[in-house]
């Protein structure tokens, strides 16, 4: 079992292969795992409580369901932007937006969120929903780390994310093990949510541990802190 700190599976494909799978997933994602997946990222959303006028970031767009709720939310005074690898994601969020005429308040980026070109203290608040999972365990502090970054002193995020649990679940390990058997399919393994965000300097403001299948999902909100310069 290929792992690291604390059993957290890495991930096996490039970022060439994922961004290649997402591609293909692009136009048919809604219909087999958009639906589920909404339901939270929708509770996800309420919690990080997001204001008009506010400037968001979400970190693995997808479809764009969400950031076309953080574009109505923000108003006409308000900036979204998105970073995604996929393009065929990008092109299915630009039509979903300009379906909606909300395209002039968000800007769209096909990006590595490892490295992300936004400038410092820029943002009110970061939302990553079923992404921070998709990470090899190196890459998930560093995005976190530039959330840290680019985020104002108070700033936000919201992560929703597949959980490791405290003890032995059964369910959990053979979705570690068909994770394993069939990367390019199961993409996503459980990591340590709260202590990812905390190690990346970020005050828990709530947490809650939800159930899909049977597997756990935390949806924790943190905060950076005034004193965390960058």
């Known amino acids: 079992m290929t792992s690291d700190i604390d059993g957290v599976l890495r991930v096996k494909r490039t970022k060439a292969q ?34 008009e006028g506010e400037t968001v970031l979400e970190i693995g767009f997808g479809t764009g369901r969400c950031l076309k709720q953080l574009a109505e939310t923000v108003g006409k005074t308000g900036r979204v932007y998105g970073i995604d690898i996929s393009s065929g994601m990008l092109a299915v969020s630009r039509r979903r937006l300009a379906k909606a005429g909300l395209g002039d308040r968000v800007e769209l980026s096909c990006d590595d969120a490892t490295k992300m070109l936004y400038a410092d203290n820029l943002f009110d608040a970061v939302f ?13 502090s560093q995005v976190l780390g530039e959330a840290k970054r680019i985020l104002k002193p108070r700033g936000r995020i919201g992560a929703v994310s597949m959980a490791k649990a405290e003890k032995s679940m059964p369910l959990l390990k053979l979705y570690e093990w068909l994770h394993q058997q069939f990367p390019q399919y199961i993409d996503c393994r459980p990591i340590y949510v709260e202590q990812s965000l905390r190690e990346a300097g970020f005050a828990i403001e709530s947490q ?11 949806i924790i909100i943190g905060v950076k802190p005034i004193s965390s310069g960058r």
Request: no cysteine.
């Open 18 to 51: 994922a961004k290649e799978s997402y591609d293909k997933m692009s136009r048919f994602y809604d219909y087999f795992a958009g639906g589920f997946e909404q339901k939270y990222s929708n509770l996800a959303l309420k919690r990080l409580a997001i204001l």
């Open 128 to 140: 990553a929903s079923f992404v921070l999972e998709l990470f090899d365990v190196p890459e998930i």
């Open 208 to 218: 809650e541990r939800i159930s899909i299948w049977g597997l756990p999902v935390d």
